[in-house]
């Protein structure tokens, strides 16, 4: 049978789903007045803040915390405070709509908490068209015993494809945690998108915890209403502490397309995603789903902590993606918190945005995916500047002249020919962040630092490096050179209030093979950088006080001992029409 699934998360994003039969309902439809009437003020006084977003998803002001595809139009349902800048336990569900993943149009709320089973919050959920085409949200409602519980709503009208009214059914809720199953009642969120199993039964999963082991914990259903717990664990890990905003999707091994979330087979790998409470970090695994056991096996050396992978290695969390029918793709939202301090959100006015869209793959090793920007994003380029092609001598700095550089899309290439000069990595360096710490941009090393110079002020003062730099493994016998990617904070405020922490990954390409890309989305206050062609990302949010709006510089640089051959073109950025009137 096949089905269309999406998702989005409220910690982290949402998703959507469908039922059949014949189900009572309340409404649960809210104008928020306040918060239609903030999005479609005029933004003259948005456009004098110098960290307002020009494309990435942003509300008009307050907390956030956004997908899914109805009838060819994109929905971001987004956990939003319509009363402040930080969470709170109001939080409503906000709703825009897109038809190219990159402008959006602002709608009345989705829902907000008015019943006992969600009277004291309306968190994350998911989002899956079913079969006949009919969506539907699971979401996490915090009762009036303060106990998180799982509950479903339905949109009112089908033939609106912007999806604007919803219901929530009075048989909710539809899961709860009980002694019996032994779930702690502050501990059993987030449900993750449904997939059908070949019995035609629904599973879907729950993040929780027991003591510090993270748990997804899995629910089957043969209607989509009456669900109940298995008796194992879908899987776990020690020493993780709570699982929040559980993602779980297949990718293929061989065709460079996304897959509907039920889909599985022997080409198949999968995938599964949470979200860790206790660090604010997040890890992905690829395995096997086991069918007949209803487990998920990641593969050997596939984990849940520091020395597994990540979607990204900076400011990202509670991310959730969804299945693109529309251009079979899957798609990757997250949601990316801020550097300054609660001060200073409250005197700008507002908290959190989402990063861009992005698209998932398995990389062709099969051992990690790969993210790339939504090509819809393209269309927001203009003035194209070409740097050319030219040989960085060590001590290099080069200006690109041409764009504006505070609101521009850059993509470079860097070639090493002469490998003599690579430091050799010593065993103890395993963490890249400690590591890219250590030897900041101001470090020079045989191979590196090279890379970009964002937001940077003209005297360089103040700027964001995002950078390279290659080691010669420490095992004698290979001609092996690793490969480090940082984004270097340090210098990037005179505001010593702000969170400036140094970020750093190690990215799984072989220089001496390949050329050494790199793309960074720079908007203001945050800088998406996207190495190894989307191996390895990083996320940062940046509020310098000198390099902003026309004060703002792009750099290409060589601060490493050995000559770097860079080539590449950058864009200015078009501003998207988001949450405004057009």
Not at 148 to 171: G, Y
Not at 335 to 347: L, Y
Request: aromatic fraction near 12%; hydrophobic fraction near 35%; charged fraction near 20%.
């Amino acid at each position: 049978m096949a089905m269309m699934i999406f998702s989005l998360c409220i910690f982290c994003f949402l998703s959507l789903l469908l039922s059949y039969g014949v189900i009572e309902i309340e409404g649960s439809h809210h104008v928020c007045s306040n918060l239609l009437t903030l999005q479609l003020t005029s933004t003259h006084h948005q456009a004098k803040q110098p960290y307002r977003t020009g494309y990435h998803f942003q509300p008009p002001k307050n907390w956030i915390n956004g997908p899914l595809i109805y009838k060819n139009v994109y929905h971001l349902f987004y956990q939003y405070n319509p009363n402040g800048v930080e969470w709170a336990a109001n939080i409503v569900w906000a709703h825009s709509t897109s038809n190219d993943l990159v402008n959006w149009t602002p709608h009345d709320d989705a829902f907000y908490p008015s019943q006992p089973f969600d009277i004291n919050g309306c968190w994350s959920g998911s989002a899956t068209i079913l079969p006949g085409g009919k969506p539907a949200i699971f979401y996490t409602g915090i009762n009036s015993k303060t106990e998180q519980v799982q509950n479903l709503a339905f949109p009112k009208n089908l033939s609106d494809p912007f999806l604007r009214e919803w219901v929530k059914i009075t048989q909710n809720p539809l899961m709860v945690p009980t002694q019996a199953n032994q779930i702690n009642t502050d501990s059993f969120r987030d449900p993750s998108t449904a997939w059908l199993g070949p019995d035609n039964r629904w599973r879907l999963i729950i993040g929780s915890k027991n003591d510090q082991t993270g748990l997804a914990i899995l629910y089957m259903s043969e209607d989509f209403l009456h669900w109940t717990m298995v008796d194992h664990h879908f899987h776990s890990a020690k020493e993780n502490g709570m699982w929040e905003c559980p993602d779980f999707f297949p990718v293929s091994k061989n065709s460079p397309i996304g897959l509907d979330t039920s889909t599985n087979g022997p080409d198949i790998k999968h995938v599964l995603k949470v979200s860790l409470f206790n660090t604010g970090k997040e890890y992905y695994t690829i395995g096997t789903y086991i069918l007949d056991k209803d487990i998920y096996i990641p593969d050997e050396g596939s984990v849940e902590s520091d020395s597994g992978m990540r979607y990204d290695y900076g400011k990202f969390y509670a991310s959730k993606s969804f299945f693109d029918s529309a251009k079979n793709r899957r798609i990757l939202w997250g949601w990316v918190n801020e550097s300054s301090s609660a001060i200073d959100d409250i005197k700008k006015g507002w908290s959190g945005l989402q990063a861009i869209p992005r698209t998932l793959l398995l990389d062709k090793s099969g051992k990690q995916l790969v993210q790339w920007p939504i090509v819809e994003l393209e269309k927001l380029r203009t003035k194209q500047v070409k740097l050319p092609s030219t040989v960085s001598k060590g001590g290099s700095l080069h200006e690109v002249l041409g764009v504006t550089a505070a609101q521009a899309d850059v993509e470079v290439t860097f070639e090493i020919t002469d490998f003599e000069k690579a430091e050799v990595l010593d065993p103890s360096w395993t963490d890249p962040q400690i590591l890219c710490s250590e030897k900041s941009t101001s470090v020079k090393g045989g191979l590196g630092p090279f890379g970009l110079l964002v937001l940077a002020s003209k005297g360089l003062q103040e700027y964001t490096a995002v950078f390279y730099r290659i080691f010669k493994s420490h095992n004698t016998t290979t001609n092996k050179y690793v490969v480090l990617l940082c984004s270097d904070q340090s210098r990037s405020s005179l505001n010593e209030d702000n969170d400036k922490t140094t970020y750093g990954a190690f990215v799984n390409v072989d220089p001496l093979h390949e050329k050494l890309s790199l793309r960074s989305l720079i908007d203001h206050s945050i800088v998406e950088s996207f190495g190894g062609e989307g191996k390895t990302c990083i996320t940062t949010r940046v509020y310098p006080t000198l390099a902003v709006h026309g004060d703002t510089h792009l750099y290409a640089f060589n601060f490493g001992r050995e000559s770097v051959k860079i080539a590449g073109s950058a864009w200015s950025m078009s501003t998207a029409m988001i949450n405004r009137s057009r």
